[in-house]
């Protein structure tokens, strides 16, 4: 198999583009580099589909490398013939290959092998003849021999035919037809252990779907009520069309040796291949929904770190709690901690909303705090109405929001948080990360394990390698497409960097503190493991605020230093230029000179050459600013018995899942906008339609307070295009019309 052909084939790229990016990996380049400084060479492949191929990449190789340990297995037993090598030549997946594997593969004991051992296996030849001439139990006279376990002819008949059965079970083309009629024609099928257990999984309790129909997050369910004992799941195929497939290849004749062959089959489908094929079609639909509900965990990832942070904003953090009250921390613009406390403005045995509302308020004038983040975990209800009625109080325009605390406790608890703040207890560093989330949530959420972050659903279902390596992924390529400040990183944030690991990491930090700042991208080489490979992968995406080069606070790289200082020049631009803000101006003016006649100049591609006039126009910029702000909160705070059907109201999307999104209303439950319900147009998922982090407008349609359950619209013009629409006439019909007197008539009338 070409790979390299096969990839390009399948990602519809050319050959060029796959050939070079295939080198580039395999060069040691990271993906977020080869996305960024390697257009040219890739054809501006994004991060997530460069990732894409290198996991198909990976695969495919894998898939080479079983086909060579197996032709190697089989050539040694000297079984291999032109069709075997030609069928393990042309299998696609690594089900196939195992398949054809099978027949030589060492097996445990099993009827069929001590059957062989027994010397039976002439005489399952024979029966597979299939002879009109043949008389099996004649024939089988010949095979009895007590010393070897076959007392009787029945025994040797027997024998002979569990043979056959695995022969029939080895076959790769009947197992691969009847996966096939499974994925065409099968069911899921779930029952309940115990149909008198409550449960979570009560729609499962007499549940059936079409296997090519039913949805990964149903999949998901079922496996884990399984697994929880509420459920008995199965598959289910018709017998009678599997065993036809089965028959039809080896029947060949209607005699005495043909029915011995035709109960063997049956035999073989019900105690050998149904059984597997079964466990094999579970696993697929296991994986396929692992992975489709792992890209939903990474696309909820990306779009929550790369949230629009709250720059120039001193933060005070809230980290509700009732019987140890609630944790307080003041963070100012660059993150620093500046105060702590804890206040009990919440129920509990030392409850004093005065002393707590003194406190608060001392803290914002102290501090000039202009936002408050409150952990939306236990006590947040209380603690947000708290803090609203005491907004009111005071004369400082201050807001706040409600954040999620998935993972604080995570992060409070660990190695890194201790290092971080040996000084403070677990909860105060909580409420430290629950203030730096909403200040600069990439930067404070890289130091919390992904899969805790929250944004998705069954997480802990999931493969927990594959998840990890996939979300780290997420983390990499947010972090290298944000960048991040070299003399303020953490080494966590820096970690994630191209090129950069946790050792090195540490050592860039160690570095900093030894020596002061960086005052230029250079001197990275300086760091301990830090050489030249690794500086090539990481320098652009580090940036040096205020540096001896203007041109280290961007993500121009310094291998194209050279090329941005000749840009400049002839756009009459000096280094001087970009750090007072004076070269904004400079996509009119290369437009002006022509951006190929100043590509063929300068000797660079055009994408890296867009690429650097889009930095040298605003330089050391945020990708995050571009977006809407987060959705900060003043006004009074509503309960759930607070919400009736119909009213309108802005929420921020908290999580999105297969079959609908999360919105937070500002109620302390997050309202479900099933999928049917974000868009008048059709959508398979929600990514199609929403992000996590969005701010979007929503109805309420229905509100369960004993449930904790609010059912939200986003269709908000149904109702205005159900005005406009003109009402349909009304079908006459006679009072005593019966609709039900023409059901076999070959129309309907549309009844009411």
């Known amino acids: 198999m070409d790979i390299n052909k096969t990839l390009a084939k399948e990602f519809s790229l050319r050959q060029e583009q796959v050939d070079n990016t295939v080198e580039l990996i395999d060069d040691g380049k990271t993906i977020p580099f080869i996305a960024r400084y390697r257009k040219e060479l890739t054809g501006s492949l994004d991060d997530q589909i460069l990732r894409e191929l290198f996991d198909r990449l990976t695969y495919l190789r894998n898939l080479e490398k079983r086909k060579e ?56 030849v024979l029966i597979m003849e299939q002879n009109g001439s043949t008389e ?49 024609k099968g069911e899921i099928v779930s029952k309940a252990s115990d149909p008198d257990a409550e449960s979570v999984y009560t729609n499962y309790y007499e549940f ?22 509420f459920l008995k799941v199965s598959v289910n195929i018709d017998e009678t069309d599997a065993t036809d497939i089965i028959l039809r290849k080896y029947i060949r004749n209607n005699n005495a040796c043909g029915e011995l062959v035709r109960t063997a089959a049956e035999d073989g489908y ?21 992975e489709e509900s792992i890209k939903v965990f990474a696309s909820n990832l990306r779009q929550l770190l790369l949230q629009p942070p709250l720059k120039n904003s ?33 129920p509990g045995p030392k409850t004093n909303i005065e002393a707590s509302k003194r406190t608060i308020k001392n803290l914002i004038q102290k501090h000039n705090v202009t936002t408050i983040s409150i952990g939306n975990g236990t006590a947040s209800r209380e603690t947000e109405t708290f803090t609203a009625e005491l907004l009111k109080e005071i004369p400082q325009k201050v807001s706040y929001m409600v954040v999620s605390e998935a993972g604080a406790s995570v992060y409070s608890a660990s190695k890194l948080a201790a290092e971080e703040f040996p000084e403070y207890d677990v909860s105060l560093r909580s409420a430290v990360s629950i203030a730096r989330r909403l200040q600069d949530p990439l930067a404070e959420l890289v130091k919390i394990e992904p899969k805790a972050i929250g944004v998705g659903q069954y997480q802990h279902d999931m493969p927990q390698a594959r998840m990890s390596e996939a979300l780290s ?11 991040v400040d ?9 970690s994630y960097i191209a090129g950069i690991n946790s050792a090195v990491a540490r050592n860039i930090v160690a570095y900093r503190e030894e020596n002061g700042k960086f005052t230029d991208r250079k001197e990275l080489l300086k760091v301990p493991k830090l050489g030249k490979k690794a500086f090539e992968q990481c320098a652009g995406f580090l940036r040096v605020r205020d540096g001896k080069n203007p041109l280290d606070n961007t993500a121009v790289h310094p291998e194209s230093y050279a090329a941005a200082s000749s840009l400049l020049s002839e756009c009459g631009f000096t280094l001087a230029d970009i750090s007072g803000g004076g070269t904004q101006s400079i996509n009119e003016k290369a437009d002006a000179l022509g951006i190929e006649n100043i590509s063929r100049s300068l ?10 006039i889009g930095e040298l126009q605003k330089p050391g910029r945020d990708l995050r600013d571009e977006l809407p702000p987060p959705l900060l909160r003043s006004g009074d705070v509503m309960e759930i018995k607070d919400l009736k059907p119909g009213m309108e109201l802005v929420g921020t999307v908290r999580n999105i899942i297969d079959f609908g999104v999360f919105v937070d209303i500002g109620v302390h439950e997050d309202g479900l906008v099933h999928i049917s319900q974000i868009t008048n147009r059709f959508i398979k998922h929600p990514l199609e339609a929403v992000k996590v982090g969005e701010i979007v407008k929503v109805r309420v349609l229905d509100v369960d307070v004993k449930r904790s359950r609010i059912s939200l619209t986003m269709r908000l013009n149904d109702e205005e295009e159900k005005k406009q629409k003109p009402k349909k006439k009304e079908n006459k019909r006679p009072k005593d019309f019966d609709p039900r007197q023409i059901r076999n008539s070959a129309f309907r009338i549309k009844t009411k």
Not at 337 to 346: A, K, N, Q, R
Not at 473 to 483: A, I, K, P, R, T
């Open 270 to 290: 019900k105690r050998l291949i149904f059984p597997s094929i079964e466990r094999e079609i579970r696993s697929e639909m296991t994986a396929k929904a692992a």
């Open 69 to 124: 340990e197996i032709t190697a297995s089989i050539t040694e037993q000297e079984k291999m013939t032109p069709e075997i090598e030609a069928a393990i030549s042309a299998a696609s997946t690594l089900v196939e290959v195992e398949d054809i594997y099978r027949p030589f593969k060492p097996k445990r004991k099993t009827r069929a092998s001590a059957a062989r051992e027994k010397g039976l296996e002439p005489l399952a």
């Open 314 to 346: 001193v933060i005070l953090g809230l980290d509700p709690g009732y019987r140890t009250g609630c944790k307080v921390a003041v963070i100012d613009a660059t993150g620093k901690v500046l105060d702590t406390g804890i206040v009990y403005c919440t």
């Open 486 to 494: 070299l003399n303020t990183a953490s080494y966590s944030l820096l």
């Open 473 to 483: 992924g997420v983390v990499e390529d947010c972090v290298n497409s944000v960048g």
């Open 208 to 229: 059936s779907e079409p296997i090519s129909k039913i949805a990964n997050h149903r999949v998901l369910a079922l496996d884990r009520g399984e697994k929880e004992g």
């Open 136 to 184: 099996p139990e004649k024939e089988a006279e010949a095979f009895v021999d007590e010393e070897k376990g076959v007392p009787d002819v029945q025994t040797a008949l027997q024998g002979a035919m569990d043979i056959i059965a695995e022969d029939i079970s080895d076959d790769a083309d009947i197992r691969k037809k009847l996966r096939s009629l499974a994925g065409e």
């Open 603 to 612: 000797e660079i591609g055009v994408p890296t050459l867009t690429d650097i």
